[in-house]
């Protein structure tokens, strides 16, 4: 608990030097060029006399997907529908949401605009008196009343001055419960392999969409969704989702 109490002091922001106009605009400004984003990342859950860590590589490809690659599990959020592959078990669970707090923050870590995040959660921008990247980052806390405050109390991202991508994303689920995501290792705007916006499954993978199995990958195996390429990085529209399409095999 002491190694703990460290820790998060160590992460406590100090009072912004820009008010939040200032900083939104500065945001989009330094965002406005991103279109693909590759990086390392370990992730630790903080509890009680245990911590999990984990380590992987992420992916983020606009229009608003997110790929995270560990050592037994590939996810993706996509849009409203997240993607989970276990490829031990030969498992993809696919579910739709229409609120997922997690994605929320994660996607605002990456995203080109943090104005849709304001619609639903209170934001407020600090500034990192002692930092070794960057020295500006956004605060979100939950509305009240809002589910959100079920799943989290309050997030801070970390911001490299450069872009105003993250390099830490520390969330305080509860008062003993935290989730610190350290962000390293970046490529922005390389060249890319678009397979890697996509899951590829192995023969026999039972596909789950939204606790209903609806199919089976066959002998050839298969991939979802459909991969980004560089022609398909433009700015975000929001649609209806589709029923996800069949793995290619």
Do not use: W
């Amino acid at each position: 608990m002491t190694a703990l109490c460290l820790l998060i002091g160590l992460l406590t922001p100090a009072a912004t030097t820009l008010s939040f106009e200032e900083f939104t605009t500065l945001f989009e400004e330094k965002r406005a060029d991103i279109r693909i984003v590759e990086a390392r990342y370990e992730q630790s859950i903080l509890m009680p006399g245990e911590t999990l860590s984990t380590e992987g590589r992420l992916l983020y490809a606009r229009p608003h997907r997110l790929v995270l690659r560990e050592e037994e599990t590939v996810q993706i959020i996509d849009q409203q529908r997240m993607y989970d592959y276990e490829p031990l078990v030969r498992q993809m669970e696919i579910t739709d949401f229409e609120e997922n707090p997690l994605a929320d923050i994660i996607f605002a870590a990456f995203d080109e605009s943090v104005s849709k995040l304001a619609e639903r959660y209170d934001l407020a921008t600090f500034t990192v008196l002692d930092y070794d990247e960057g020295s500006q980052g956004l605060r979100i806390r939950p509305l009240p009343e809002s589910d959100a405050a079920q799943y989290f109390e309050e997030a801070t991202i970390y911001l490299r001055d450069e872009d105003f991508l993250p390099y830490r994303i520390f969330i305080e689920h509860d008062a003993e419960t935290h989730r610190l995501f350290e962000v390293f290792d970046y490529a922005i705007n390389h060249d890319y392999d678009p397979e890697d916006t996509r899951i590829t499954m192995a023969p026999g993978t039972r596909i789950i969409l939204n606790n209903e199995p609806i199919d089976t990958v066959g002998e050839n195996g298969g991939s979802m969704p459909e991969a980004i390429y560089p022609t398909d990085l433009t700015s975000v529209v929001e649609q209806d989702l589709p029923a996800p399409e069949m793995p290619e095999g």
